[in-house]
Every structure is written in structure tokens, then in C-alpha cells.
T-cell receptor
Framework: GNSVTQMEGPVTLSEEAFLTINCTYTATGYPSLFWYVQYPGEGLQLLLKATKADDKGSNKGFEATYRKETTSFHLEKGSVQVSDSAVYFC???????????FGQGTILTVHP | NAGVTQTPKFRVLKTGQSMTLLCAQDMNHEYMYWYRQDPGMGLRLIHY???????AKGEVPDGYNVSRLKKQNFLLGLESAAPSQTSVYFC?????????????FGPGTRLTVL
């Protein structure tokens, strides 16, 4: 079956540092890949997505590239802000009714 | 548009009690989902629905029932709550066409079972 593995956290960075959160997946076929973000006390929001190999999703300075050869979808941001502190989830969706399989989540804390 | 709403936001139950969580969406989405979120485990799919009057089991369906009598509503029921069902529950919905696979989430319900 499908599965998603994220790097373990928590991740603690200083403001303006470079961020990478690793995500690898196992799936049959050609899944779509997503990054969701959850701010404290809120539900999940879609951050970015990619629907086919070599696609790059980007939003709010975050980027991730769909790498089929390495089955990866790593999240990057060049300069993080305190407001980026949140939990980040990598997820994939196969072809069955849009059901999502999530990674375990990575807590990011950014200090001033 | 309110998007996806959930009621209640918080609830404390005693073991053996029952309750229903309500999810409502105003985006005319066909698909709706219930997830539970537990520390270190991400979100796991409990049940889902691909249209009014239909429901299907997800990854962790035991101890839960669902109903989708109206397209905009998706109810999650716990008939006899257990401490293992202490969790945060999220509802989500998604449409078809261009935004297929893009799920919109509600704010969550924090449930504690004593």
C-alpha cells in the first residue's frame, strides 16, 4: 500500500535560516504529492502540490519538486520567518477518490 | 463561504457514552472524509464518502460509524466511546475537476474520553 515517511522533528531554526524537510514515499502508479501546514490550534491548509514527475510546487516562498527517480518530495525554503512555525505534513493521493496518505508530520519552530 | 465547519470544537466523554460529530461544507464538494490525528502518527483516514448516501471504510474504521444523508453534511458517530478514541478529529472535503485531490479541512474537534 501507499506510505509516506518524513524526517523526524522537531526542527528548530533561527530566523532567515534555510529549511529542508525531507519526504519520501512508496506508492503504486503515479500519485499526486502535497505539503500541508497546520498552524497552532487550526486545521490543515494546503501549502503546495505537484501532480506529475519533475513538477515543482511553490507557495509563500516554499518549494518542493516531485522526484520520481528518488521517490521524494522534499520541502525547502530559503529564509524562514517566525510566522512559519507550524507542523508540516507531506501527503500523497493515488487514484482512489482523492484519499490522502499522510506522513507523521514535522514540527518546525523558528526563533527570532 | 464558510468552507468546512465542524461542531463541536471540544468534547469530554466518559467511557461508554456516545456522541456525534457534525461536519458541514458549503463548496458543493462530492467527496468528504473523516480523519483522526494522534501525536507522531500524522492523520489517519477513518471513513470517507464519495457522494450523498454513500460511505466507505478508511484505514481505522473500528468503533466509528458515519452517515451522509445530505451532500453538504458528513456525520461521525461513536456508539460507545473508549479512551483509545481520545484524539483530534478533522473533517475534509474535495471536489472534482480542476481541484480534484485538493482537500479542504475543518478546524478540528478535540475529543477526550475518560
Amino acid at each position: 500500500g501507499n506510505s509516506v515517511t518524513q524526517m523526524e522533528g522537531p526542527v528548530t531554526l533561527s530566523e532567515e535560516a534555510f529549511l529542508t524537510i525531507n519526504c519520501t514515499y512508496t506508492a503504486t502508479g503515479y500519485p499526486s504529492l502535497f505539503w500541508y501546514v497546520q498552524y497552532p490550534g487550526e486545521g490543515l491548509q494546503l501549502l503546495l502540490k505537484a501532480t506529475k514527475a519533475d513538477d515543482k510546487g511553490s507557495n509563500k516562498g516554499f518549494e518542493a519538486t516531485y522526484r520520481k527517480e528518488t521517490t521524494s518530495f522534499h520541502l525547502e525554503k530559503g529564509s524562514v520567518q517566525v510566522s512559519d512555525s507550524a507542523v508540516y505534513f507531506c501527503a500523497l493521493s493515488g487514484t482512489s477518490y482523492g484519499k490522502l496518505t499522510f506522513g507523521q508530520g514535522t514540527i518546525l519552530t523558528v526563533h527570532p | 463561504n464558510a468552507g468546512v465547519t465542524q461542531t463541536p470544537k471540544f468534547r469530554v466523554l466518559k467511557t461508554g457514552q456516545s456522541m456525534t460529530l457534525l461536519c458541514a461544507q458549503d463548496m458543493n464538494h462530492e467527496y468528504m472524509y473523516w480523519y483522526r490525528q494522534d501525536p507522531g502518527m500524522g492523520l489517519r483516514l477513518i471513513h470517507y464518502s464519495v457522494g450523498e448516501g454513500t460511505t466507505a471504510k478508511g484505514e481505522v474504521p473500528d468503533g466509528y460509524n458515519v452517515s451522509r444523508l445530505k451532500k453538504q453534511n458528513f456525520l461521525l458517530g461513536l456508539e460507545s466511546a473508549a479512551p483509545s478514541q481520545t484524539s483530534v478529529y478533522f473533517c475534509a472535503s474535495s471536489g472534482q475537476g480542476r481541484f480534484y485531490n485538493e482537500q479542504f479541512f475543518g478546524p478540528g474537534t478535540r475529543l477526550t474520553v475518560l
